[in-house]
Every structure is written in C-alpha cells, then in structure tokens.
C-alpha cells in the first residue's frame, strides 16, 4: 500500500484486521455469523477512489479450506470502502485484510 495513507485496525467479535497497510478502512463489512472456525487472509487490490476491485482468499496465512469462511470473507472484503487518495499514488494498492471467524463465547 501506498505509504502516503494511514494506518487503520478494526476489530469486532469477527475479527477484520486490515493490515500491512495505510489504507483507511471507512467501511467495514461484517461477514455472516457461522458455526464454523477459521482464519481467512483475503489479499486485496484497491483503487484510487477507495474501492476494493479484486480480492483473493487464499492469503498467506489463512489457516482454513473451509470454501464458505472464503466466500464470506472474499464478498466482505469486497464491499469494504477505503478513504479516496487524494495525494499522488498507485493506480491500484495492494494488502491484505485478516477476518477471524470465531464461535460466540470464544
């Protein structure tokens, strides 16, 4: 990511880290509750306007194969909105976000 953006970490009970990145998060989306457990490390391609354009769940780091905890966390981090780059950057940004699926109570 382009070093001229700010760092930003958000985390609830699902747990989205976006990180190794400056990219401001200015919208969050939550994936679907599950029954299931897992780590997904989505590597994610932003634009200058701050729209997430591919994203890939297979990261390094993702500690599951479970393909719905992937669709989940690929289409949540889709929908995410980056603050726009107004300073002069990359056509396209590149990082990762990490969503941690947990069972309630964990």
């Given at each position: ?15 989205s880290d ?58 949540a981090a ?23 699926f947990r069972?309630?109570?964990?």
């Amino acid at each position: 990511f382009s070093s001229r953006r700010r760092h930003t970490r958000c985390s609830r009970d699902w747990s989205s880290d976006v990180c190794s990145s400056d990219l401001n998060l200015v919208n969050p989306c939550t994936p679907n509750a599950t029954k299931r457990e897992g780590k997904v490390v989505v590597i994610i391609k932003v634009d200058r306007n701050g729209n997430v354009i591919d994203a890939d769940p297979n990261g390094p780091g993702t500690d599951t194969s479970d393909p719905e905890l992937k669709l989940q966390a690929r289409q949540a981090a889709l929908c995410a909105k980056f603050e726009a780059c107004t300073d002069d950057c990359p056509e396209i940004s590149k990082g990762t976000i990490i969503f941690n699926f947990r069972l309630p109570g964990k």
